[in-house]
């Protein structure tokens, strides 16, 4: 594929027409007359060979193709806008823009808050919005990462992409107050013997893929999408579940549970940004890397790791 014979503006006429479904609804969503969008259209069926929309009835519909590239065109117009939105300079006083952080509820709550707040006394322009991590982080990290502005993940989840070491965590357990059977320490038994509440996606896999070295195969009654979910669904119950040190110390507050060190010598977490190389030279992304690494530096020197019982 030849990229000097494509006019990238048909990356947003391509956009606009597989999202609206509609020529006359594209062409005013991008400025563009109805003739105009119509011809766009014509271009686009030929370079792909497919109709893209077809006509279904009163109404178009799109084609298998068409539907294929409605999530591969929005990324890519994701990455164009970022690539020319890139500057040399990056003053955080003066700039107005949005960052976009995959972070999980784990990693918004012990992180992004402190996070948040210093952007809000340092940087009154800037804005962050975190979105949960998707189910394919692991299978697709590039084009995700192409489409972001930094990916908050501890070591042993990507590879591959450059990282920043934000802080260091550790995992403990948790039981409910009044758990029938466990007192002041979990015994390695009971790990194999009571129900366990996880968080069902990758993110904690260095955690699991250790307990499965030790030969405990955790039964699971209940699995949810969100760390802070946990205390809540261990409190009155005998399961148990694994979850981090920082968001304990934050939650078991909020619930009638107790924190217990592991019955073996957990791996440590160590919590980092990712970014893809494009943004490495980027001024506002490196203002961005720098106020993270240096609000990870703060969490570590100011209150390391808690200490629970």
């Known amino acids: 594929m030849n990229l000097s014979r494509l006019d990238l503006n048909l990356v947003v006429a391509m956009r606009s027409l597989l999202e609206e479904r509609n020529v006359t609804r594209a062409g005013q969503r991008v400025g563009l007359s109805q003739p105009a969008m119509s011809a766009a259209l014509a271009r686009l069926r030929r370079h792909f060979d497919d109709d893209l929309l077809a006509r279904v009835g009163g109404h178009y519909e799109l084609t298998a193709l068409g539907q294929v590239l409605l999530d591969r065109t929005a990324t890519a117009y994701d990455v164009l806008e970022r690539l020319f939105a890139s500057q040399a300079d990056f003053d955080p006083v003066s700039e107005s823009r949005e960052f976009k952080l995959i972070?999980?509820?784990?990693?918004?709550a012990v992180f992004g808050t402190e996070l948040?707040?210093?952007?809000?006394?340092?940087?009154?322009?800037?804005?962050?919005?975190?979105?949960q991590p998707p189910t394919t982080i692991v299978d697709d990290t590039a084009t995700l990462l192409s489409a972001t502005d930094g990916l908050l993940m501890p070591h042993g989840v990507v590879s591959d992409f450059p990282a920043t070491d934000l802080y260091q965590d550790r995992w403990v357990f948790l039981v409910a107050n009044d758990h029938p059977s466990v007192e002041d320490r979990l015994a390695r038994q009971d790990l194999a013997r009571l129900p366990w509440v996880t968080y069902q996606r990758t993110y904690d896999a260095p955690a699991v893929r250790q307990l499965g070295m030790l030969g405990v195969e955790p039964r699971v009654e209940v699995s949810v999408d969100s760390f802070q979910l946990l205390p809540l669904l261990v409190a009155g119950t005998r399961r148990i579940a694994l979850i981090q040190a920082r968001l304990a110390h934050l939650m078991t507050p909020l619930a009638a549970v107790r924190v217990l060190e592991p019955p073996y010598e957990a791996v440590p977490l160590r919590e980092a940004m990712w970014w893809h190389p494009v943004h490495t030279h980027d001024a506002a992304h490196i203002w961005l890397r720098e106020t993270a690494a240096r609000v990870g530096r703060r969490m570590a020197d100011g209150h390391d790791t808690p200490q629970l019982s």
């Open 103 to 108: 972070a999980s509820d784990y990693a918004v």
């Open 116 to 131: 948040a707040r210093v952007v809000h006394e340092e940087a009154p322009g800037i804005r962050l919005r975190f979105t």
